[in-house]
């Protein structure tokens, strides 16, 4: 039996500044997009939409 291709979650990875405090997703539009919500980093370094599955994951500072 073939498997058809499945959307995998948390594919997508979005490298924000390591200053960024905040991030605001809104699944890009279209038919991904949902509503705008904003997420806090609460001082770690990643963050993931519960919409959409994207992951914001802090650029290291070096
Ligand atoms: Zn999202």
């Known amino acids: 039996m073939k498997q058809k291709p499945q959307k995998t979650e948390f594919a997508e990875i979005i ?3 390591p200053d960024v405090d905040q991030v605001v997703c809104d699944g890009g539009g279209g038919p991904l997009g949902h509503p705008q919500v904003w ?3 609460d001082g770690r370094d ?7 599955g994207r992951k914001f994951v802090k650029n290291k500072a070096e």
């Open 15 to 17: 490298n924000v500044a």
């Open 39 to 41: 997420y806090n980093f």
């Open 46 to 52: 990643h963050a993931s939409c519960h919409y959409c």
